[in-house]
């Protein structure tokens, strides 16, 4: 038996020490390899405590030890999309400054490949209001950096963020980041107003 095979036993104990044994002894060389394995007992784990320790583990090895941003940006999308239940606020605001951070060093290319990952992701149903929120946040704040001119662009993006508002969500903060970055969308030099948008900006302020 190796060391991660102790993630499948039944001792909470065993998992929890075996989890943070993984943990310690992550590196630049096998940061890949381990969380990988993580990943895969996030999919099929149902103890919520035990998902939880791996949802921040994860993060926080992402975070140090990406061997590149494209790695960096799979394995944090996995991340929202298995466990997103258990992505806090600190960690979507963590996950949000890097991102940015990323993208200011990177340039243009690594935020048209972020925003064209994350269109493809908004438009799929009953996705959690904490991955609304940070595809939102991304729409808005790279979305409106790269695209400042490009009324197409802007247009598809604004359309994008008009047929996500009226979805269902647990929380009403939500559409406030949709706004939000609709409002960014709207500030740009190459954005059109239309009456589609106006009226969405009417009738959300006054609810």
């Known amino acids: 038996m190796t060391i991660v095979d102790c993630l499948e036993s039944k001792d909470e104990t065993l998992k929890r020490e075996t989890l943070e044994l993984l943990y310690k002894m992550t590196n630049l060389q096998n940061v890949d390899f381990i969380v990988d394995k993580l990943i895969v007992f996030l999919?099929?784990?149902?103890?919520?405590?035990?998902?939880k320790d791996l949802v921040?583990?994860?993060?926080?090895?992402?975070?140090?030890?990406?061997?590149n941003q494209e790695w960096f940006l799979k394995t944090m999308n996995i991340v929202f999309e298995f466990g997103s239940e258990f992505v806090d606020n600190l960690?979507?605001?963590?996950?949000?400054?890097?991102?940015?951070?990323?993208?200011?060093?990177?340039?243009?290319?690594?935020?048209?490949?972020?925003i064209d990952k994350y269109i493809e992701t908004i438009k799929k149903p009953n996705l959690s209001d904490i991955t609304t929120k940070m595809i939102s946040w991304v729409i808005g704040e790279i979305g409106s950096s790269i695209f400042a001119n490009n009324t197409e662009k802007l247009s598809e993006l604004a359309e994008i963020l008009l047929n996500t508002i009226t979805n269902e969500f647990e929380n009403i903060s939500s559409r406030g980041w949709i706004?939000?970055?609709l409002g960014k969308l709207?500030?740009?030099p190459g954005f059109e107003l239309t009456d589609q948008v106006n009226a969405c900006f009417d009738y959300y302020s006054g609810s």
């Open 179 to 181: 706004l939000s970055s």
């Open 43 to 51: 999919r099929g784990a149902y103890d919520p405590n035990f998902r």
């Open 186 to 188: 709207s500030s740009c």
């Open 56 to 67: 921040n583990k994860i993060c926080q090895l992402s975070e140090r030890f990406a061997p």
């Open 91 to 114: 960690l979507l605001n963590n996950y949000l400054k890097l991102l940015n951070e990323n993208y200011s060093q990177e340039g243009p290319d690594f935020g048209k490949l972020i």
